[in-house]
Protein backbone atom coordinates (compact mmCIF):
# COMPACT_ATOMS: atom_id res chain seq x y z
CA UNK A 1 0.00 0.00 0.00
CA UNK A 2 1.28 3.70 -0.89
CA UNK A 3 0.88 5.96 1.86
CA UNK A 4 2.37 9.18 1.79
CA UNK A 5 4.88 10.41 3.60
CA UNK A 6 3.01 13.61 5.78
CA UNK A 7 4.13 16.70 7.64
CA UNK A 8 5.90 15.71 10.46
CA UNK A 9 9.18 16.34 11.75
CA UNK A 10 9.82 13.02 12.70
CA UNK A 11 9.60 9.37 11.22
CA UNK A 12 7.80 7.00 12.90
CA UNK A 13 8.28 3.05 12.82
CA UNK A 14 4.81 1.94 12.12
CA UNK A 15 3.70 -1.88 12.07
CA UNK A 16 1.64 -2.57 8.94
CA UNK A 17 0.40 -5.88 7.79
CA UNK A 18 -1.67 -6.74 4.84
CA UNK A 19 -4.91 -9.21 5.38
CA UNK A 20 -5.45 -10.44 1.54
CA UNK A 21 -6.56 -6.17 -0.28
CA UNK A 22 -6.60 -5.02 3.24
CA UNK A 23 -3.72 -2.81 4.70
CA UNK A 24 -3.83 -2.64 9.19
CA UNK A 25 -1.88 -0.78 11.31
CA UNK A 26 -1.29 -1.09 14.92
CA UNK A 27 -2.14 0.92 17.48
CA UNK A 28 0.05 1.17 20.61
CA UNK A 29 -2.77 2.36 23.11
CA UNK A 30 -5.68 0.15 21.81
CA UNK A 31 -3.54 -2.87 21.30
CA UNK A 32 -4.99 -3.56 18.53
CA UNK A 33 -4.79 -3.88 14.27
CA UNK A 34 -6.79 -1.07 12.78
CA UNK A 35 -7.67 -0.72 9.22
CA UNK A 36 -5.38 1.60 7.44
CA UNK A 37 -7.70 4.32 6.31
CA UNK A 38 -6.46 7.67 5.41
CA UNK A 39 -7.99 8.94 8.20
CA UNK A 40 -6.32 6.39 10.49
CA UNK A 41 -2.97 6.83 8.85
CA UNK A 42 -3.03 10.91 9.81
CA UNK A 43 -4.31 9.83 13.66
CA UNK A 44 -1.33 7.21 13.96
CA UNK A 45 0.88 10.42 13.01
CA UNK A 46 0.10 12.03 16.11
CA UNK A 47 -0.51 9.15 18.57
CA UNK A 48 3.43 8.36 17.53
CA UNK A 49 4.38 11.67 18.26
CA UNK A 50 2.33 12.53 21.17
CA UNK A 51 4.09 8.97 22.63
CA UNK A 52 7.66 9.66 21.02
CA UNK A 53 8.13 13.19 20.58
CA UNK A 54 6.60 14.84 23.64
CA UNK A 55 6.63 11.24 25.98
CA UNK A 56 3.29 11.28 26.88
CA UNK A 57 2.25 7.87 28.32
CA UNK A 58 -0.26 5.68 26.70
CA UNK A 59 -2.80 5.88 29.50
CA UNK A 60 -2.54 9.85 28.80
CA UNK A 61 -3.20 9.49 25.10
CA UNK A 62 -7.16 8.62 24.40
CA UNK A 63 -8.58 7.33 20.46
CA UNK A 64 -12.02 7.45 19.41
CA UNK A 65 -13.91 8.03 22.57
CA UNK A 66 -17.58 8.77 22.24
CA UNK A 67 -19.02 11.94 22.80
CA UNK A 68 -23.02 12.80 23.04
CA UNK A 69 -23.34 16.18 21.72
CA UNK A 70 -26.60 17.53 20.83
CA UNK A 71 -28.73 14.46 21.04
CA UNK A 72 -26.24 12.72 18.93
CA UNK A 73 -23.42 10.53 19.28
CA UNK A 74 -19.53 11.61 17.93
CA UNK A 75 -16.33 10.00 18.26
CA UNK A 76 -13.75 12.27 19.13
CA UNK A 77 -9.97 11.36 17.00
CA UNK A 78 -7.50 11.86 19.84
CA UNK A 79 -7.25 13.31 23.38
CA UNK A 80 -3.91 14.37 25.22
CA UNK A 81 -4.63 14.34 28.98
CA UNK A 82 -2.41 16.18 31.87
CA UNK A 83 -3.22 14.24 34.97
CA UNK A 84 -6.55 13.30 33.71
CA UNK A 85 -8.29 16.88 32.39
CA UNK A 86 -8.68 17.15 28.73
CA UNK A 87 -4.72 19.33 27.62
CA UNK A 88 -4.97 19.04 23.73
CA UNK A 89 -7.96 17.95 20.92
CA UNK A 90 -6.89 16.58 17.64
CA UNK A 91 -9.19 16.18 15.19
CA UNK A 92 -7.83 14.01 12.00
CA UNK A 93 -8.82 14.81 8.31
CA UNK A 94 -7.84 12.26 5.20
CA UNK A 95 -4.77 13.60 3.56
CA UNK A 96 -6.69 14.51 0.75
CA UNK A 97 -9.30 16.86 2.56
CA UNK A 98 -9.13 20.58 2.13
CA UNK A 99 -8.85 22.04 5.85
CA UNK A 100 -11.99 24.19 6.17
CA UNK A 101 -13.54 26.53 8.98
CA UNK A 102 -16.30 23.70 9.06
CA UNK A 103 -13.96 21.86 10.56
CA UNK A 104 -12.37 24.11 12.98
CA UNK A 105 -16.30 24.48 13.82
CA UNK A 106 -16.54 20.76 14.63
CA UNK A 107 -13.76 20.05 16.81
CA UNK A 108 -14.51 23.95 18.81
CA UNK A 109 -18.26 22.05 19.19
CA UNK A 110 -16.50 19.10 20.52
CA UNK A 111 -14.54 21.14 22.87
CA UNK A 112 -17.23 22.73 24.32
CA UNK A 113 -18.08 19.71 25.85
CA UNK A 114 -14.18 18.85 26.69
CA UNK A 115 -12.49 21.99 28.07
CA UNK A 116 -9.14 21.16 26.67
CA UNK A 117 -6.66 23.86 26.49
CA UNK A 118 -5.30 23.68 22.90
CA UNK A 119 -6.91 22.18 19.62
CA UNK A 120 -5.44 21.04 16.24
CA UNK A 121 -7.54 20.26 12.91
CA UNK A 122 -4.14 17.95 10.72
CA UNK A 123 -4.56 16.46 7.26
CA UNK A 124 -1.11 15.17 8.18
CA UNK A 125 -0.04 17.96 5.34
CA UNK A 126 -2.07 20.63 6.98
CA UNK A 127 -1.75 21.46 10.74
CA UNK A 128 -4.10 24.11 11.96
CA UNK A 129 -3.15 24.89 16.16
CA UNK A 130 -5.78 26.97 18.44
CA UNK A 131 -5.47 28.07 22.24
CA UNK A 132 -8.53 28.19 24.17
CA UNK A 133 -8.94 31.55 25.98
CA UNK A 134 -11.29 33.29 27.68
CA UNK A 135 -11.80 35.43 24.52
CA UNK A 136 -12.33 32.48 22.25
CA UNK A 137 -9.54 30.85 20.30
CA UNK A 138 -6.57 32.28 19.24
CA UNK A 139 -4.68 30.85 16.62
CA UNK A 140 -0.98 29.73 16.78
CA UNK A 141 2.06 28.48 14.35
CA UNK A 142 2.56 25.15 16.49
CA UNK A 143 1.53 23.59 19.72
CA UNK A 144 2.86 25.18 23.31
Not at 87 to 116: D, M, T, W
Request: proline share 3%; aromatic share 12%; net charge positive.
Amino acid sequence: MQVPKLNFDHTFDFQIKQDKDTFFIYDLARKSWLVLTPEEWVRQHWLHYFRYVKNKSLSSLILEQKLELNGTTKRIDLLVTEKTKPKILIECKAPNVVLKEAHFEQIARYNSLLGAQQIIISNGFHHIFAQHTADGYQFRKSLE
